[in-house]
């Protein structure tokens, strides 16, 4: 019998894995909620220019001229981009959980996201992902986004990790299938607890005390 080889890559998602989801729709929900915006109006608008968005063709400044500012508004350009700054929050157990296997096992570890470029970067740097995230292969970095497979596949040729060697960590149920359709083993992220206990069988287990202290 063959046996599997050891777990050498770790590719995650942001949105829904790390952090809070950037700008999903909730969170479109409750910007025009609070900014007095007709949500449907809005909404129709974004998903007509979102994919050029998260691809990089176009900037932040851009997109909100074609979603939001297409017509004079009682706030400011500033306060919108603050507020949608403002909804990205952390989750601290999973990002202690990537952070110690990485050290425990000497992972690689790389996002495979799909974010617009100054939200991703804002998050970057807001939540220090790249502490221990080695390459963030996000939409707007590399002009694909997902479900297309070349994304997948961009995430290997860049960090020359067998596809027997990692295992991806996603919250979106047809991604997942994207990703397995490589062969790439994946994890659809629920929760904390079950993740961590997926990673577990695996052969990534981790150090129950360094996460309580991170936690």
Known sequence: MNRALPITTLFLDIGGVLLSNGWDHHVRRWAAR??????????ARHH???DTYEEAKLTLEEY?????FYERRPFTRAQFRRFMFAQSKPYPK????????????GLKIAVVSNEGRELNEYRIRRFQLDRFVDAFISSCFVHVRKPDADLFRLALDVTQAPVQEVVYIENTPMFVQVAEG???????????????????SCGLQHDEGVLHEAS
């Open 34 to 43: 609070n900014f007095k915006l007709e949500f449907s109006e809005m909404e």
């Open 48 to 50: 007509l220019t979102a």
């Open 64 to 68: 909100l001229g074609r979603v939001v």
């Open 94 to 105: 999973m990002i202690a959980l990537a952070a110690q296997l990485k050290i425990r096992h």
């Open 182 to 200: 490589l062969g790439i083993r994946s994890i659809l992220h629920t929760t904390y607890t079950s993740t961590r206990a997926k990673l577990a």
